[in-house]
């Protein structure tokens, strides 16, 4: 007697766009990262740069960080060493806030952030956004924004 | 006198299609993890089970499987070293094949799959496919089709 619930496994059609989105998904990764090496950054210590030069005061608290990033707070942790020991970031306790460790971008890192932001950019249209119609990017948006709302909702839950 | 070209910002719905999509493979590349953890793989762990389940002889060369999960050999070589630990994989020399080490796929490892495949499916299901109309994941797939394309292209590139 069958009990389990029958998988339900993909389609053909549901099969190839999950598999053309993850290997644009990695092939991606791959090739921004490639564009980044040049300046000796990731694109997570990016990423970080971005979150830091678009914050108040150029800082925010770690775990804040952690969230805006979707990383650990021991990997992130790894990873502001990293770029403190480049000089990008350096990490600053807060005496009037007892949660508070914050990562502070230097003028160094929003000086880098200002060299690489066009060369990323430039990366992110000629690897993807321009492969697009703008139709295709508003599709994009309207069928993505739903499957992030859902990621994000979870991601609260433990 | 400016000589340099002027950067190609992205405009507003450029930036939040692109906003929207890297926050969906971030989001779901840590849900994915997540769902894959009580069997003590990570997404990379599956992928690697996945092309050797689908291979000849259930094995592949190092080299060919680094191509097909996007690795470099080196990285590869480590997360292998970690799976051969854990007894889902081995490796072999080919004593024909003076360019072969290949790694094969154990037992274990087959019946890991079979046992971690219904639920990743039901992950990827819940998580993403599910979430998607059919004529959203039709328009996803020739939207991103010509993307995978151009980026497998400049990958051979050096």
Redesign the interface.
Known sequence: METETA????TD??Q???R??L??????T??LERDLQPFGLTINDYEILVNLSESADLRMRMSDLASAT?QSKSRLSHQITRMENAGLVRRENCESDRRGLFAVLTDHGMETMRKV??HH??S??Q???D??S?E?????????????E???G??GKV
């Not at 998988?7 to 993909?10: I, K, Q």
């Not at 290997?23 to 991606?28: G, I």
């Not at 990017?137 to 992030?148: C, E, G, K, Q, Y």
């Open positions: 998988t339900r496994w993909l059609a549901e190839c766009a999950w053309t989105y290997d644009v998904t990695r092939l991606l791959y090739q979707l932001a066009p950019v430039e992110v249209r690897h993807f956004i492969l697009l703008p295709a990017l508003v599709d994009l948006r309207a069928s993505l924004t739903p499957v992030a859902h990621l994000r979870r991601r």
